[in-house]
């Protein structure tokens, strides 16, 4: 599996350059619609979705430093995961695969390709009142992060679970050893750099990770838009 991912990034760019040469490219949709709005075009009436956008989300990284997802982050990809240092079981194997992804998109001297300027992997834990920045840091060495380009973030409480609800319209089911309200989820929700959402992977499934691996290569390629 690790191999797979690992190699799966420049197969990527091969598959979408030879889709871009037969116009066969499907970029990655949008998620959570916000209103459908209608206006005049040609003398037709036209209907346009407008989608969510993420709001900004401020914590404190690993390494004790305040960040802002929508500041500190402006511009990059986001690859999205809820994490918890004491769960025994889910945790350890999504932040495994998140580093599937590490792995994927580290620098490639020789193609002179460096996706980490691309994208950032964000990992937030939904246990804040133990899971000190401290207590993060120890347990991204345990994965060997590379601190630059993966984020494991700590902070209020409420306003991790507001956006984990609110912003990434992800649900809240009980956590196995009984906590009433605990976001206990497997998905991995990658952002693009405008603030839309644009995919939701079983971070547990070899297969749905190498997906988000090339939806990412798609993003990267994407131009940016303007506000």
């Known amino acids: ?7 799966l990034l420049p197969l990527s760019f091969y598959l979408i350059a030879k889709g871009l040469k037969k116009d066969r490219i499907i970029m990655p949709g949008y998620f959570i619609s916000e209103k459908i709005t209608s206006k005049m075009l040609d003398g037709k009436m036209q209907q346009d979705t407008i989608f969510h956008r993420i709001a900004d989300l401020q914590l404190i990284n690993q390494m004790g430093e305040q960040i802002s997802l929508n500041n500190t982050l402006q511009g990059k ?3 999205i995961n809820f994490i918890y240092t004491t769960c025994p079981s889910v945790c350890p194997k999504l932040t495994q695969n998140m580093k599937l992804l590490q792995k994927a998109f580290r620098k490639d001297r020789k193609k002179k390709m460096d996706m980490n300027n691309e994208i950032h992997l964000v990992s937030i834990t939904v246990d804040p009142d133990r899971d000190s920045f401290q207590t993060l840091r120890k347990y991204a060495e345990r994965f060997e992060v590379n601190h630059d380009h993966w984020y494991f973030l700590t902070g209020n409480r409420d306003s991790i679970y507001h956006f984990a609800r609110k ?4 649900s809240v089911q009980p956590e196995e050893h009984g906590a009433k309200d605990f976001i206990h989820t497997q998905k991995i929700v990658l952002v693009d750099r405008n603030r839309y959402i644009r995919g939701y992977y079983n971070g547990l499934d070899s297969a749905a990770v190498g997906k988000c691996a090339y939806d990412i290569s798609l993003l990267s390629m994407e131009k940016k838009k303007k506000k």
């Open 167 to 170: 912003e990434l319209g992800l």
């Open 77 to 79: 990809i986001l690859v």
């Open 1 to 7: 599996m690790g191999i797979a991912v690992a190699v």
